[in-house]
Structure formats: C-alpha cells, structure tokens
C-alpha cells in the first residue's frame, strides 16, 4: 500500500513554462486535494475534487488547473509558470464524508526562476 | 469570510515545560477539526475533534473542542525535542463535501 504519491519531487521551471503535477492514491478515496504551503501561510487549498469526472475551485485557484479523468489520479496543472508560484505543493486524499482524516503526499518542492 | 486562525505563530519552549497551542475559527456549518504534526515532509494526522467527540488524549498529548467560544486547543505535556515542529490547525465545513480550510499553523521549538 503505496498510499498517496506525488510525481514529481522536485523541480525547476523558467516563467513561462507549464508542467503538471500528478498525485496518485492507491486507497480508493473519493475526495483529492491539491495544496499549497508558503512560509508563514499554512496550507493553501488550490483545487479539489469530490469524485471522478468532477473537480471544485479552493481559495487560491488562479494559475491553475485540474483534472481527474481517473479515480486514483489527480493532476494539477501550470499553463504558464511564474515566481510566485514557487512553493511546496502537497496532494491529499480521504473517503466521503465529513469526519475523516487527509493522508498527504510527500509534497513537490517547486521553483520558478 | 471563513477562516481558521492559530496562535501563537512562534513558540520556543525548553524540554519539560508544557504548551498550549490555540486555533479559532469562523465557518459555515462546522463539522469537525483536525491538528496535525509537521516535521520536514508531509503533515501527519493527530486528532480529530466533532460534535460528538470534543476532546481527545494520545500520550502527552491532548486536545479539545469549545464549540460555544468556536475554538479548540491542543496541549503538550513534558515537551521533548522530538516535539519541534510545525502544528497545523484544520476545520472541515460546508456542504457534505466536506471543505477543509488550515490555519496559518504554529512553529513549536523545544530546546534541549
């Protein structure tokens, strides 16, 4: 049981570029989350998705995008990276409902020059 | 707007002393709060606090919910080095969907 993964670890991008993030969650959860942590800001909800085919805006959603063509799977997208993006992103799963803790991913450190 | 606000932001403490970490919150439709730890990588779960559930007890580690002051705190007993660490506050509200907003958290050092 692998639990929740993220692809890739670390990574540099120039403005300008775009890449995407891929969590993965071998639990069978239906909720994913993509987050953001800056110094000083705790975690940051970017988007989030409450089953396949279906994803939601968080706070901070701009710059991004998602998808979650697979119940197990859920990408986080930069069209066009800029500095403050830079951040560590964490992904995070847990079943239905609304007592149930979030297992993270082991974060993606980012850099954007 | 909702939102969940931890205190203190910073604390420096020396091994053996106790601390008391603060999270307040203003949501729509509480459901429930969750504390967790943070070492260098990804957060780890230590409680979870409900309606039916407002205070809970792991080791030198306790916690508990006021829902009428809408806030809940988190105490260490005996502190240890191996307590340093990042305590991050989280509240699921909203529809059964359960959105789930984290405060800023709070920086805990225990020096030897």
């Known amino acids: 049981n692998a639990g929740v993964t993220q692809t890739p670890k670390f990574r540099v991008l120039k403005t300008g570029q775009s890449m995407t993030l891929l969590c993965a969650q071998d639990?069978?959860?239906?909720?994913m989350y993509w987050y953001r942590q800056d110094p000083g800001m705790g975690l940051r909800l970017i988007h989030y998705s409450v089953g396949e085919g279906t994803t939601a805006k968080g706070e901070v959603p701009d710059g991004y995008n998602v998808s979650r063509l697979k119940k197990q799977n859920f990408l986080l997208g930069l069209e066009s990276a800029a500095p403050s993006q830079t951040s560590v992103y964490f992904c995070a799963s847990r079943t239905g409902g609304s007592y149930n803790e979030q297992f993270f991913g082991p974060g993606t450190r980012l850099t954007v020059l | 707007e909702d939102k969940v606000v931890q205190s203190p932001l910073s604390l420096v403490v020396h091994e053996g002393d106790t601390v008391t970490l603060n999270c307040s919150y203003e949501?729509?439709?509480?459901?429930?709060l969750l504390w967790y730890k943070q070492e260098k990588k990804a957060p780890t779960f230590l409680f979870m606090l409900?309606?039916?559930?407002i205070e809970k007890k792991s080791g030198r580690l306790s916690s508990i919910l006021d829902k009428k002051e809408l806030s809940s705190i988190l105490n260490i007993t005996a502190t240890q080095t191996g307590d340093s660490a990042i305590y991050l506050c989280?509240?699921?509200?909203?529809?059964?969907?359960?959105?789930?907003?984290f405060g800023q958290g709070t920086i805990l050092t225990v020096h030897p």
């Open positions: 409900t309606s039916s559930g």
């Open positions: 639990m069978n959860h239906e909720y």
């Open positions: 949501v729509t439709n509480f459901r429930s």
């Open positions: 989280a509240v699921v509200w909203g529809t059964s969907y359960g959105k789930l907003t």
